[in-house]
């Protein structure tokens, strides 16, 4: 079965350092992969997706990631950020022809000045 | 379009009670989702509809649950009788699946939910 591995629980990262959030997944064919991002009571929006070609991706807010298949992974990455980027991260996988997604657990970013 | 629109924002209610948790996708979106998210067990998909047919309600936990579209425009998730331990947030989404390039799925903000 297919699963999405967030290894980290909780990151804090000081406003301007640079991010990069783990994402590892278990598929058997290549996977589509999303991100979305959570702020505090909110429902949950899509940073970026990658579907196939270029393996680095760029989405919105300044952020990217980058597909590796040798590491069967998905990282998120940001150069500089923001005090509004505190939030919950989550990295999601798909497969073509089916709908349903599956979802890490997630990963708490908190900015600190 | 004012996106996906759940309702109630928060629920409080007592074990044992129905609680009908609502939730009105996007306009033309064809697929629709209903998740829980909790502390322990992160997001987990309940159920989805395509065309307000139920394909896979593998996730949804026990006879308890229960989730209807009768239209295009609604939908509702039914927990009878609540307990405790089905405290949480269930999201609902929506997502046209006008071919993959094009999916995403749209989130509503959440409905928060506590048994006592």
């Known amino acids: 079965a297919q699963s999405v591995t967030q290894p980290d629980i909780h990151i804090t990262v000081s406003e301007g350092a640079s991010l990069e959030l783990r994402c590892n997944y278990s598929?058997?064919?290549?996977?589509?992969l999303f991100w979305y991002v959570q702020s505090p009571g909110q429902g949950l929006q899509l940073l970026l997706k990658y579907f196939s070609g270029d393996t680095l991706v760029q989405g919105i807010k300044g952020f990217e990631a980058e597909f590796k298949r040798s590491q069967s992974s998905f990282n998120l990455r940001k150069p500089s950020v923001h005090w509004s980027d505190a939030a919950e991260y989550f990295c999601a996988v798909g497969l073509f022809g089916n709908e349903k997604l599956t979802f890490g657990t997630g990963t708490r970013l908190t900015i600190i000045p | 379009d004012a996106g996906v629109i759940q309702s109630p924002r928060h629920e409080v209610t007592e074990m044992g009670q129905e609680v009908t948790l609502r939730c009105k996708p996007i306009?033309?979106?064809?697929?629709l989702f209903w998740y829980r998210q909790t502390m322990m067990r992160g997001l987990e998909l309940l159920i989805y509809f395509n065309n307000n047919v139920p394909i896979d309600d593998s996730g949804m936990p026990e006879d308890r649950f229960s989730a209807k579209m009768p239209n295009a425009s609604f939908s509702t998730l039914k927990i009878q009788p609540s307990e405790p331990r089905d405290s949480a947030v269930y999201f609902c989404?929506?997502?046209?699946?006008?071919?993959?390039?094009?999916?995403?799925?749209?989130f509503g903000q959440g409905t928060r939910l506590t048994v006592v």
């Open positions: 598929y058997g064919a290549t996977p589509y």
């Open positions: 989404a929506s997502s046209s699946g006008q071919g993959w390039m094009n999916t995403e799925a749209f």
């Open positions: 306009s033309g979106h064809d697929y």
